[in-house]
């Protein structure tokens, strides 16, 4: 009779568990605000892309779908790297915000850009805008002022 008793047990405690469990799976994820990680995330990524010297990982960091000028944007990047051989980048994020399931970010910018067959480096810096939308893969820039920047 204690034999029977423990083999219903599990089927017992499955039965409580598995709509717990779909109850759980079922449940939308919770936004994940906008705050100075994942701004730090996202221009990170640009970072590792010029200093990668791989476009593809700098354009992840852009929704093409959402951002306006998108194609031109990504020919003007084509330009920039076959310019220039290699990259050093450092930031520094001034201001962040976040409005309408928006981020915003001010940062100041300094590129070093190595010039392809050799010579001397040059720098470029300055203060740029990024606006941030959320997407299915995160935070992605969908606006970027001045675009000159980078050409």
Do not use: C
């Not at 994940?32 to 995330?41: H, I, L, P, T, V």
């Not at 970072?47 to 354009?59: A, F, K, M, N, P």
């Amino acid at each position: 009779m204690i034999r029977r008793a423990f083999a219903v047990v599990p089927f017992l405690l499955l039965a409580l568990i598995l709509p717990l469990a779909a109850q759980q799976q079922s449940a939308p994820p919770a936004a994940a605000a906008f705050d100075e990680g994942a701004a730090a995330a996202v221009l990170g990524t640009l970072r590792d892309g010029l200093e990668g010297h791989s476009q593809h990982r700098l354009l992840s960091a852009f929704d093409a779908g959402k951002m306006d000028g998108y194609l031109a944007f990504e020919d003007q990047i084509d330009a920039y790297f076959a310019r220039y051989e290699g990259f050093r980048v450092t930031f520094r994020i001034l201001q962040i915000s976040e409005e309408n399931q928006r981020g915003s970010i001010l940062a100041e910018f300094q590129v070093e850009n190595e010039p392809r067959g050799g010579g001397r480096w040059s720098r470029r810096e300055g203060q740029l805008r990024f606006e941030l939308e959320r997407g299915a893969k995160g935070w992605k820039i969908v606006d970027l002022s001045p675009r000159e920047f980078f050409s």
